[in-house]
Every structure is written in structure tokens, then in C-alpha cells.
């Protein structure tokens, strides 16, 4: 036998085929789809899996196929030494950049069936965190695979230290409340910045996420680098005759005035009255009476920076760096956009490159430099119109830290939730 | 029932790019195509011109736009990690074809929605769906999906494995997508690793976050092989790394400084030859976070509301006892329309701790929630270092 290139002491000892297969089917039961039932239906190496559910350790090492040409988009694992599967098996995936709106024909979708299945293991993972979809593929067919996907008008991309796939919220293609054109928003970004998508050539990964209003139901503050919300100033704009339809209806007028977190509705002798300068676009009285109560008219886009996870600091939530740019046309905010694109493109991305350290996101460069620097040196711009606390204003705080605790800690929380659940039955 | 004859959508097709497309000779990326050419002509129509939506099953959203127009979609609850094999996608695309506009929405949450233009057709839909054994649901007020990072199915990095927590707990709160309704939209992610993967953890109702609870240790044996120490040390937040030396002063590994690690995970991040102790591995749940402005409390950070949970593949017992009961417990006290945060804002965190019957964990959690501390002023790096050394884990060997 050959020797293992690891130190064995360290890593588990593989265990036999009955507890992988054991720990596979207890996932096979219940309600719930089960990922291994779908697993088992293509080629992708199960027992592997069941190995690392045994053994309580990734089966999986890092790896690097052979790809010309494709510098961002495949990524390679190899099974782990400790394993001890002979020959290593190999797993190669291709991210597939999707269209802004993530609304796939059947037709394409067709098309990605049959290239996976000529050239890959008929196993998708439909949209990760990044907004693509990821398909695996043979080590020897990952350009053959690219090529074909580029055929059918999509493409192959966003990993590694480059400009990932930026997402959008469906935005108007399916919501009422979308404030600008969120899809427009990314298509323009991906096709100016596709340099940036195409060579790693950052200290970490960049980000743009495109959210609609401030509702946010893509998360966009907690997960982007450079964060899009469709904003208004002052108060929601009140569609008379509607809104006397709305409460004849029954709509529930004294709960729609407790709702507001700052009192700033009001309604008195058959009247509604909005102070637009208390309203923090919480958007609670236009999602209890749309259309009667819709954005206010004075539109535009919030653009936050840095709110990441995967990060020096940990998680964190994006810090306001523009509040409002008003927007003329909401469906064609191009030049808004642009404009913003400029300062990112000439002035924020480029002083991260240079001062950042490796691995550290653009969030992180704001807490070590502290934001008032931040908005002076890195953005260029007038901290007075940026650095003040407003109510609502989206707030910033350095987020869940990492910690130890000791095992006798451990012992002790344990056996003390243990005693609370028994009374739970 | 209408009976005027359903004319389907054809309008959209498959671009094609001609002439040579081999990466090495077009290494930069092609633009994509524009979002429209992919829109079947109601939904292009219709862009930006929304009125109204309604619930009308769990399972069916319809839109309804200025024009009249009404769009139903329904929505098939993906299996973990948002996995599907050819086979499942085909019968998904023949059900989209049949029944809808032959239109399929990936969402981010790893949920599959087919859009249809007929009510009749969405309820078809749901029921074909059901019988073909998919699990529908999660519109509104419902448990919307549980979303797990990848974990031992490819990832490197994973401390403890994602798809299998999000099976047992999606096994345990199965009803909540479809029978029984939530006070508000519930997300739940599980992710392997404090990378988070898995979501916004910072920004969830529930998520479940798998740490290592422990300093790992590095492979000396195979370290110089697959990776450079200064990358390694130069990865961690809080200067725990130093480089090991061989007689010639050659860095060939590197040691972990146990009182100051704050195991992260990032040195895991940067080489695989780092390893840790499955036993002592655990994982953590936090509670609370939104990145929506609404309610009275708007962005809520989550909190750690478990501090540590033994790792026990496959089934997970304790953990989807604990998630289960801070479900059921918001479920039965919070107003109609709060969500989680919201919830825990207005009744306190001592309020919550006494509801759910949770020890409560602010007396095990010992940290400040200041950055790292590379980033603090150097007098109170010192002050950290040498608190973290005084009470350090002894070693138990």
C-alpha cells in the first residue's frame, strides 16, 4: 500500500460501506424532498458523501482541472486523502451565468439537460448564493460543456477573486412595488464590467446585488458589496378615490395607523395624512393598502457598500454611502446608474485594490479604516452628506464574532438545555 | 371554464451564438443576452405595470396587472441545497410546457417556480406537482424554504454537513409550508461553516450555523504540499498563526496560538491542510435578523440564540428539537405579520429565553462585539492577547 501524503493521526479513518450507506438512508425518509434520492438518480459518487456523513469531515479536497481559456467559472475538488478512495474521483463544476431576470424558457433549460447529460453527471444546483446555476461536469469536458452553454446564449463565470454574477430582484418583471428597473440595473453592470468578471485580478470577490424597494427580499444589505435599493423621499404618495375603495372594502384604517413605527400617519374626519418627514420607507402602509397607498412620487436609488458574510470581520450589514439619487425615468434609470458606476469604477474598486489586503472585502476596509476615512479617502466624497444618523436609515454594526467555547462550557449548556427539554415533550 | 382555445406563448427561442466561442481563443466573457429576449410577451407587456397579487393556495401567487392581465405562479419547494438531477428538471420542463407558459423561475431561496396565464391551469398544476411527488407550498405567510450551503456534497471548507440539517429540520416543519400558516414569511438557513454559504445569516429568521468550536491544528505532513504558510498567516483576523521552522529557517507549517484563536475558519479557508477534531465541532443558532426596512424595528442583525449544539449527522435530533420549539414558540405568541425580530424586539430578549424554556446564552457567550482584534488600537490588542492567554483552554491532555 502507498503511503497516505497526510498525517493520519489527524484526519478520521474512512468508514465501512454499511455506516456510509446507513447515514444515506436516514436522510432518504420523511416529507421533505431528500437531496439524496435526487442524488441517486444521476452519477454523482454517493458513497462519498456517505463516507463524510459517517466520518463527521468533508470528503473533499481542493483540486485544479485543466481549463484554457476559462478563468473564472470551474471549480475542482479531488475526494480527500483520508478517504482513501483509489482512484481519487474528481468533481468539476461549471457556474453558469443566467439571465438578469432568472426566468429560464423551458427551452433553454432543455438545452442545459442535454449538455449535462452529454458531457456531466445530469445534476444541477439551481442558483446559489451568487445567482448562477451550477452544473457538474467531466474533468475532460469542461470546455466542450463551456463552449455549448456559450452556444445557447448564456455563460460560464464568477468565481474566484473577480466581479461576480450580480442578482436583481425580479423587480417589475413580477412585483408592484419595484421602484426602478432592477434588471436593467444588472445587465448594465455585467456589460460594463466584464473585464472584471473575466480575470481575478482583486483581492477578494466584488459583489452587486440589485434590490427594487426597500423591502429588500433578496437580502441584498446582508450579502453585496455595492447594494442597489429603490428608495423615495418623503411621504408615500395617497391615491384618494382608492383608498376610499379600500376602507368601503373593510380595509383596517385604525390597524394601517398603529402599524406606522413612527406615527406618521394619520387620519382624522375621513382623511389619511402622511408626514413624509417622519416616513422611513418602511413600506408597511403600502403593503397593507396598495394601490391606494403606493412610493411616493419623488423616486430614486440608495446605494449601500459593504455589507458581506464571507469576510475578514464576519457578517455584517451594508453602510449607507449615497442616500438618494433621485431617478427621472424609473424604468430606464441609466444615467443614475452610470453615474454611480463611474465612482465605483474610477475611484472606490481601484483604492480597495491598492489598499486592501488579500481577502479582505471592501466592508472590512471600512472597519479598519473607519467609515468617515472611508467615505473621504476611498469614495471621494463629502462625509457630511453622508456620515448622519437618520431614523431608519439602514444602520451599520459589525457583526456576529466568532468564538470558542470551552469544553467544560459546553458540558454545562448542554446538560442545562437537556433538563429544559424534557419539559418541552 | 372558458372555452376559448388556450393559444400558448411561442415568442421567445433560444439564441444561438455562431462563429467560434472556444474559451482560450474568447477568454473575456460574453455580455449576456438581454433579460428580454427571454420574456414571453405577458410578462414584457406587462413589465413595471403590476397592480395587485393575491395568495390563492399556498402553492399559487397570481399577479395582476393594469392591463387585466393575471400571471399564476406556482411554487415546487426544491430538496436541499437546491439539487436536481436531469431526470427531475425534465419532468418540471414537460409540466412548464404542458400546464404554464413554458417558463421556470429558479429562486434564490432553491425554490422552482412555473409561471402559468390560466387559473384552471395553476390549480392542475399544483395537483399534477403533488402527485408527481413534489412538495408545493410556501407562498406568503409560510415557511418559505430552508436553505443549506453545499457542504460535504463538494465543499472543502465545511466543518459540519448543511443538507442533511436542512432535511431533518425541513422534516420536522414540513407542515408549515402548506397546512399551517406562519404570523409571517419564515426563511431558515444552514450553512457548514461561519462562512455562511448557506444565506444571509446575518439577516434570517432562523439560521443554523456550523463552527468548529476549537483551534484547529495543521498537517505538517502534508502542509508545504498544497499550500504556503504566509498565505495561511496572513489569513487569520487575529494574528493566532505562526510559522513553523525547519534547522535552515525555512517555514514548512504552521502553529496555532490556542488562546487567541477565535476559530473563524479562515486558515481552513485558505488550505485544506487544517484539521479538526469532528467530535468538538458543533454548531450554533442565531435568530432574529432581517435586511427588510420594514416593521418597527427595520434591519435587525441576528443574534446567537444557541451557542453550541452537538454535531450529529445524519438526523440531528437536539438541533431540530431547538429550531422546532423557537418555531412553534413565535408561531404561538407573535402577532399576525411579525416576523421573527420583530417579534423578539417587542418582547425582549429575557421574555424569549423564558418562552422557549432556552438556558439562556448570553451567560455562556464571552466576547465583545468590537472587530477583531487586529483592527483595535494596539494597547487593547495587548489587553485582548494577554486576556486570552490568562484564560485560555487548558489543554486536557
Known sequence: MTELPIDESLWPSPPSDEEAEAALKALEEGPWPSHVSELRRTKYPIRLYGMGLAARATPWASSVANAPGIFAGVLSRVSHPWTRVNPPVFEDHERIIIPSAQVISTLILRELIRVSRQHGWGLFQFIGGTGDIVMNVDRDRIVEAAKEVRRVGLEVGGSGDVMRNSVACPGPLLCEYAIYDTLRGRDMTYECFVDWASYPQFPYKIKFKFSGCPLDCLKAQARADYVFVGTWRGAPSIDEERFGKWVEEGGDVEGLVRACPTGAIEWRGGELRIDGDKCVQCMECVKRAYPAISPGRERGIRVLVGGTIKSRNGPKLAKVLIPFIPIKDPMHPDDEIMKVFELLKDRVVPKWDEVGWRRERIGDVAIRLGWRRFVTEVAGLDPREVVREKPGEPYYMNGIPFFIMGEDEKKAYLEELRGSMKEWG | ?397
Not at chain 2, 424569549?352 to 438556558?359: A, K, M, S, V
Open chain 2, 1 to 397: 371554464m372558458s372555452s376559448e382555445p388556450h393559444v400558448r406563448d411561442r415568442q421567445y427561442s433560444v439564441v444561438v451564438r455562431t462563429g467560434d466561442v472556444t474559451p482560450i481563443n474568447h477568454p473575456e466573457k460574453l455580455p449576456p443576452i438581454p433579460y428580454s429576449n427571454y420574456l414571453p410577451s405577458i410578462l414584457k407587456s406587462n413589465m413595471g405595470k403590476w397592480v395587485d397579487h393575491r395568495m390563492i393556495t399556498p402553492a399559487i401567487m397570481e399577479h395582476v396587472a393594469e392591463s387585466g392581465d393575471r400571471v399564476f405562479t406556482i411554487k415546487v419547494i426544491g430538496p436541499p441545497n437546491a439539487r436536481y438531477s436531469a431526470d427531475t428538471l425534465e419532468k418540471l420542463c414537460d409540466l412548464a410546457d404542458t400546464y404554464g407558459i413554458g417558463l421556470v423561475r429558479p429562486t434564490p431561496q432553491g425554490n422552482l417556480e412555473i409561471i402559468t396565464d390560466r387559473e384552471e391551469n395553476a390549480h392542475k398544476l399544483e395537483e399534477e406537482l403533488r402527485r408527481a411527488g413534489f412538495l408545493v407550498g410556501g407562498w406568503g405567510n409560510h415557511l418559505w424554504n430552508i436553505q443549506p450551503c453545499t457542504a460535504y456534497l463538494t465543499c472543502t471548507t465545511a466543518v459540519v454537513d448543511a443538507p442533511s440539517m436542512a432535511k431533518a429540520i425541513g422534516d420536522a416543519l414540513y407542515e408549515y409550508v402548506y397546512e399551517k400558516e406562519t404570523p409571517a414569511h419564515l426563511s431558515i438557513k444552514v450553512s457548514g461553516c461561519p462562512n455562511a454559504c448557506g444565506g444571509a445569516i446575518n439577516a434570517s429568521d432562523v439560521a443554523v450555523v456550523g463552527y468548529p468550536a476549537q483551534a484547529p491544528v495543521a498537517d505538517d505532513k502534508w502542509f508545504s504540499q498544497v499550500s504556503s504558510p504566509s498565505d495561511v498567516i496572513a489569513a487569520c483576523p487575529v494574528g493566532a498563526i505562526v510559522a513553523k521552522k525547519d534547522a535552515s529557517g525555512k517555514a514548512y507549517s504552521v502553529s496555532v496560538r490556542q488562546e487567541l484563536c477565535v476559530a473563524c475558519g479562515r486558515c481552513r479557508d485558505t488550505t485544506d491542510a487544517m484539521a479538526y477534531d469532528p467530535g468538538r465541532a458543533g454548531v450554533m443558532v442565531l435568530v432574529g435578523g432581517k435586511a427588510s426596512n420594514s416593521g418597527r424595528a427595520g434591519q435587525l442583525m441576528s443574534k446567537i440564540v444557541v451557542p453550541y449544539l452537538p454535531n450529529e449527522p445524519p438526523r440531528w435530533p437536539t438541533l431540530v428539537k431547538v429550531v422546532k420549539r423557537i418555531v412553534d414558540t413565535w408561531v404561538g405568541n407573535a402577532e399576525r405579520g411579525e416576523r421573527m425580530g420583530d417579534w423578539v424586539a417587542r418582547i425582549g430578549w429575557d421574555r424569549f429565553y423564558e418562552l422557549t424554556g432556552l438556558p439562556d446564552a448570553r451567560r455562556f457567550l464571552k466576547f465583545t462585539d468590537k472587530p477583531g482584534p487586529l483592527y483595535q488600537p494596539l494597547y487593547k490588542r495587548r489587553a485582548t492577547e494577554a486576556t486570552a492567554y490568562l484564560f485560555r483552554e487548558k489543554p486536557t491532555r
